[in-house]
């Protein structure tokens, strides 16, 4: 727990070089470097309904699943990997042909991919207290010992821009993960933030929507495990 990960700015300009905010619907690609930070979220999505932003949002399937339940909530998936990227737009596609959904409705204009880093769009793109809840579901747990450096958890930069940007409004962040060790940590890790509390993972709404990785885990059975903390007011 003593490493933190060197994300320096070589490490940015090597990932960050194709960021690119994508609306699914319109098939509109701008570069991230295009938009003026920090974001202006009512311009972005033309309302100014809550913003949420899933963290690794891998194939995209609580991103499509949450953002049609929820058409009054905005929807951000920052994924890093560029294969992921196209395959969640292969699923809005998919999902879009298959029903007839009518482009023109308004449906899913309440998404928007974002192929980044998330430490990169935090701390550099996501106004203060401009966040009604963060998903992190699944992050890359690095179990090898000299790799645990990289875990997302651990990068100082990226725990002060979540709390940061958390609205102070009962900004919530969720957190699901299999691997026990680090769950252990992450908390450990919250615990000496005064700026979160841990509520009772139950409070989750949409825990019914499952991703890629916890529909994959749970049949292979096994232990899930689930935290929310909500943003106390200072
Ligand atoms: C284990 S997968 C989980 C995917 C999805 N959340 C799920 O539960 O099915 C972790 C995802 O986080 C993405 N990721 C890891 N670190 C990231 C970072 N710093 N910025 C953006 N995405 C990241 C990976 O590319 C991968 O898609």
Redesign the pocket.
């Known amino acids: 727990m003593r490493e933190n990960p060197n994300y320096n700015e070589i490490y940015y300009q090597h990932t960050t070089s194709h960021s690119q905010v994508i609306d699914i619907v319109t098939e509109q690609v701008v570069p991230l470097s295009e938009l003026d930070a920090p974001i202006d979220w009512e311009r972005l999505f033309g309302n100014a309904y809550p913003v949420e932003i899933?963290?690794?949002?891998?194939?995209g399937?609580?991103l499509l699943e949450a953002s049609k339940r929820h058409p009054k909530v905005n929807y951000i998936g920052?994924?890093?990997?560029q294969k992921?990227v196209e395959l969640t737009r292969e699923r809005f596609e998919k999902h879009i042909r298959h029903f007839g959904v009518d482009r023109t409705s308004g449906a899913f204009s309440n998404v928007r991919l974002v192929r980044?880093?998330?430490?990169y769009f935090l701390t550099r793109y996501v106004p203060e207290m401009s966040v009604q809840a963060y998903h992190i579901?699944?992050?890359?747990p690095w179990p090898r010992k000299r790799q645990r450096k990289r875990r997302?958890f651990r990068n100082r930069d990226f725990l002060e821009a979540l709390t940061r940007t958390l609205t102070s409004e009962g900004g919530r962040l969720y957190i699901v993960t299999d691997h026990a060790e680090y769950f252990q940590e992450i908390q450990e890790r919250f615990t000496d933030l005064s700026t979160l509390r841990s509520v009772d993972a139950a409070l989750r709404p949409d825990s019914d929507i499952t991703?890629?990785?916890?529909m994959k885990y749970v049949l292979e059975g096994r232990p899930i495990y689930r935290a929310v903390y909500e943003k106390v007011m200072s």
Request: hydrophobic letters at 25%.
């Open positions: 899933e963290i690794g949002s891998g194939k399937r609580f920052v994924e890093r990997a992921y980044t880093d998330a430490n579901y699944f992050p890359d997302i991703t890629h990785y916890e």
